[in-house]
């Protein structure tokens, strides 16, 4: 099975200051990598995603997100954070040779204090 | 426009017993997908399926089962419930395989007491 590992499990940030919220995998094969959120007691929904192309790709609610491929990470990023970003953060990541099954990291906890 | 709907939201299990978990999308999606999220650990795959009457294995699917007569609709079985099957169960869908966008439910909490 494919490994994605997000390193920071918490992250606790003022309210209007930047953030990054970081996601690693490992895969030498081609990936496509999600970004996906979670608000309490909901269901994930996509952030933003990458296929091919640009390597930097904006998402919803301001978040933008770099693909490493030297560094095989995906990094979640937004330069201004809300109260309502409040919110946990999953990275996941596809390739094509694994039969369709999409791999979730562990989740980032953020947390926008006012 | 509905998406995808998961019954119940809430259960309490007593070891032993069996239950299923429903999952419907109007999407028209083939790819549909099972997971269980425990605190600390992430989503895990329990079955997934690429279309009506084909299922497969995902990461954790022992004590479960599923199956796919239709494309709407992806059950999962609990058999003998455990403790260790405690958990929040997300069913999902989507329309492209490992390039699409997963559209979740609203997730099944089930304690096993």
């Known amino acids: 099975a494919q490994s994605v590992t997000q390193l920071d499990s918490q992250v606790p940030v003022f309210e209007e200051a930047p953030v990054e919220l970081r996601c690693n995998y490992s895969?030498?094969?081609?990936?496509?990598l999600f970004w996906y959120v979670q608000y309490p007691n909901q269901g994930l929904q996509l952030l933003l995603k990458?296929?091919?192309?640009?390597?930097l790709v904006k998402g919803i609610n301001g978040f933008e997100a770099e693909f490493n491929k030297s560094q095989t990470s995906f990094h979640l990023r937004k330069p201004s954070v809300h109260i309502s970003d409040t919110a946990e953060y999953f990275c996941?990541?596809?390739?094509?040779?694994?039969?369709?099954?999409?791999?979730f990291g562990t989740g980032t906890s953020l947390t926008v204090i006012p | 426009n509905a998406g995808v709907t998961q019954t119940p939201k809430f259960r309490i299990l007593k070891i032993g017993q069996s239950m299923t978990l429903q999952c419907a999308q109007d999407?028209?999606?083939?790819?549909m997908y099972w997971y269980r999220q425990d605190p600390g650990m992430g989503l895990k795959l329990i079955y997934y399926?690429?279309?009506?009457?084909?299922?497969d294995k995902g990461e954790v699917p022992n004590g479960y089962n599923v199956s796919r007569s239709t494309t709407e609709d992806f059950p999962l079985r609990l058999e003998l419930a455990a403790p260790s099957q405690t958990s929040v169960y997300f069913c999902?869908?989507?329309?492209?395989?490992?390039?699409?966008?997963?559209?979740f439910g609203e997730g099944s909490r089930l304690t096993v007491l």
């Open positions: 999902a869908s989507t329309p492209s395989g490992y390039t699409g966008e997963l559209f």
């Open positions: 895969s030498s094969v081609s990936v496509y």
């Open positions: 990458y296929l091919s192309g640009s390597t």
């Open positions: 996941a990541v596809t390739i094509s040779n694994t039969g369709n099954q999409f791999y």
């Open positions: 999407m028209n999606h083939n790819y």
């Open positions: 399926s690429v279309g009506a009457g084909i299922t």
